[in-house]
Nanobody
Framework: EVQLVESGGGSVQPGGSLRLSCDASGFSFKNYAMNWVRQAPGKELEWVSGISSDGTMKNYADSVKGRFTISRDNVKNTVYLQLSSLKTEDTGTYYC????????RGQGTQVTVSS
């Protein structure tokens, strides 16, 4: 059974940073690209970033480019998302998923950016 468990969220002020983690199990992690998606209150799910199975290719939504960094550790079966220069509009629940649409995502971790 595929399991994805996100952690690392919290409440920060604008300009702050957080590092999100997603621990994966139940599948051959090193063979799959991984994605982060997010959902702001009252809004639809939004793709944020993706990384290839070997970690060499990374893509970002325009809204986070230059501020967020995705990475992975194929030994620890973990994908990360470093959030920097956070803005209030980054507030939301962040999920990891094998699918860029967010299908079969984990339970999510809450990020709140507020002064």
């Amino acid at each position: 059974e595929v399991q994805l468990v996100e952690s690392g969220g919290g409440s920060v002020q604008p300009g702050g940073s957080l590092r999100l983690s997603c621990d994966a199990s139940g599948f051959s992690f090193k063979n799959y690209a991984m994605n982060w998606v997010r959902q702001a209150p009252g809004k639809e799910l939004e793709w944020v970033s993706g990384i290839s199975s070997d970690g060499t290719m990374k893509n970002y939504a325009d809204s986070v480019k230059g501020r967020f960094t995705i990475s992975r550790d194929n030994v620890k079966n973990t994908v990360y998302l470093q959030l920097s220069s956070l803005k209030t509009e980054d507030t939301g629940t962040y999920y990891c998923s094998r699918d860029p649409t967010g299908r079969n995502r984990g339970q999510g971790t809450q990020v709140t950016v507020s002064s």
